[in-house]
């Protein structure tokens, strides 16, 4: 029973909350019984496993913890444990992503639907504790890693309404952060540039929910 607050394994739950130390160690943390039960029904094996009052005192979990509410467990796992990468029927592809919570969403969506999701340098962590949470556990079952086939790229307004494209092989719906969208020289390497029409006010759509969109009107097409 862990008892004291400098005991090492809590140390490194305290660092690996940060990215850095993330990247550097290999390692993540899940948080709560929910995603940690994802993580062991997915077939991770936990470095350190903390559950509370059986192997730490619940006071010390509670200041490890960034939920709101203390998680009763919280493991540790090898980031080179997760999914390795397999060719799927269609992908996500984020450029950029920065928020946590959409990247977390497009991971569970991909996962809906069967997909995998592909992530550019400067999106945000998909182990960081906001993207893990956001995820539901899809991190664990979901492949990550860049995706072959037909490359559409999602823009706000002025492509091909999407309910007007024809679908390749294997799509690609690269999507970008909500602010800056994608640049030229990525929609340059795109086949397709698409649009979801909206008919209200909104100027643009969440980018989880534009992803979201997108897969399930080629999954609809695909039945």
């Known amino acids: 029973m862990i008892t004291s607050p400098r005991n090492e394994t809590l140390k490194l739950v305290r660092k ?3 990215r850095r130390w993330r990247d550097k160690l290999g390692l993540f943390v899940a948080e709560g019984e929910d995603l940690v039960d994802a993580a062991l029904e997915a077939g ?9 009052g059986e192997t730490v005192v619940p006071e010390l979990l509670a200041q490890v913890s ?3 509410h203390p998680a009763r467990a919280i493991a540790v796992f ?15 592809s984020l450029w950029r992503v920065g928020d946590p919570g959409n990247v977390g969403t497009l991971i569970r969506t991909a996962d809906a ?4 999701v ?7 962590d998909p182990t960081g504790p906001k993207a893990l949470r956001a995820s539901a556990g899809a991190v664990f079952r979901v492949p990550l890693g860049e995706a072959a086939g037909q490359r559409i790229g999602l823009v ?4 091909t309404p999407l309910r007007e494209l024809k679908f390749g092989d294997s799509p690609v719906f690269v999507l970008g952060a909500e602010r800056e969208g994608l640049p030229e020289d ?3 390497g795109c086949d397709l540039v698409a649009t979801i029409p909206t008919s209200g006010p909104a100027e643009s759509l969440n980018v989880a929910a534009a992803g979201a969109i997108a897969l399930y009107e080629w999954s609809r097409r695909s039945d």
Do not use: N, W
């Open 44 to 52: 991770l094996e936990p470095v350190e496993l903390l559950v509370s």
């Open 78 to 92: 090898r980031r080179a444990d997760l999914p390795a990468f397999e060719q799927r029927p269609a992908a996500l």
């Open 156 to 159: 706000a307004r002025g492509g």
């Open 16 to 18: 690996l909350h940060a």
């Open 118 to 124: 592909e992530l550019s340098p400067g999106s945000a």
């Open 113 to 116: 639907f069967g997909a995998s």
């Open 66 to 68: 960034t939920l709101p």
């Open 186 to 188: 990525v929609l340059a």
